[in-house]
């Protein structure tokens, strides 16, 4: 998993961007005691000058590892940030919407107290799609009436359908469309917003 992340890390450009931060920090010149530029090897025989060479040889590869592995870190805690970032953005968006639904649903309860004019002795069925379902509320001869003219439209709220006037109907769907389940178009040529003549009993 390790090898694998170190892959994805290697792959994104993360740690190529931490190496070309690290190469614009301006590079410090060996120098030696005196001031001048210290000076590789001297007049001795070659063996001196190899072993030198090996020895910075093995130095800078070591070096070279070892500076990889720092930048990969780095990109271990760039991929970790960015990663929280993210987190803690969707779980502010997530509150947000959460807070203004419960908002809409109080201001939705107030509205429709003392205007639901549902009523227990109703014993006609009115039948109407509402969230990909077939749906279905009890009214009077008198409200089916109106219901199918438009002039009442039926509210959803907390799994109940409500029937009220065509002014409420109107406020509620300003406020949250989804909870508005019928309202018919009085001028949609005999046809409800469920595509149902409203004359049709079903």
Not at 10 to 15: D, E, Q, T
Not at 23 to 30: D, I
């Given at each position: 998993?390790?090898?694998?992340?170190?892959?994805?890390?290697?792959?994104?450009?993360?740690?190529?961007?931490?190496?070309?931060?690290?190469?614009?920090?301006?590079?410090?010149?060996?120098?030696?005691?005196?001031?001048?530029?210290?000076?590789?090897?001297?007049?001795?025989?070659?063996?001196?000058?190899?072993?030198?060479?090996?020895?910075?040889?093995?130095?800078?590869?070591?070096?070279?590892?070892?500076?990889?592995?720092?930048?990969?870190?780095?990109?271990?805690?760039?991929?970790?940030?960015?990663?929280?970032?993210?987190r803690k953005r969707i779980e502010q968006e997530a509150a947000e919407q959460a807070r203004l639904r419960r908002e809409r649903k109080l201001q939705i309860q107030r509205l429709l107290e003392g205007k639901v004019l549902n009523k227990a002795e109703a014993d006609q069925p009115r039948n109407f799609e509402y969230g990909g379902k077939i749906r279905r509320v009890h009214v009077d001869a008198a409200q089916l009436a109106a219901l199918n003219a438009g002039e009442l439209g039926v509210v959803q709220q907390s799994g109940r359908y409500l029937l009220v006037s065509r002014e409420i109907a109107e406020q509620v769907r300003a406020i949250d469309a989804g909870q508005l389940a019928l309202l018919v178009d009085p001028h949609a040529d005999g046809l409800g917003d469920d595509g149902v003549p409203d004359d049709l009993m079903w």
């Open positions: 998993m390790a090898d694998s992340l170190r892959d994805q890390l290697l792959k994104s450009g993360i740690v190529k961007q931490v190496q070309q931060e690290r190469v614009r920090e301006p590079a410090k010149p060996a120098s030696s005691p005196s001031g001048k530029p210290a000076r590789q090897g001297g007049k001795g025989g070659k063996g001196g000058k190899d072993g030198s060479s090996h020895a910075q040889s093995r130095g800078s590869r070591g070096s070279g590892q070892s500076q990889q592995d720092i930048d990969l870190a780095k990109a271990y805690a760039l991929r970790a940030q960015t990663e929280a970032r993210e």
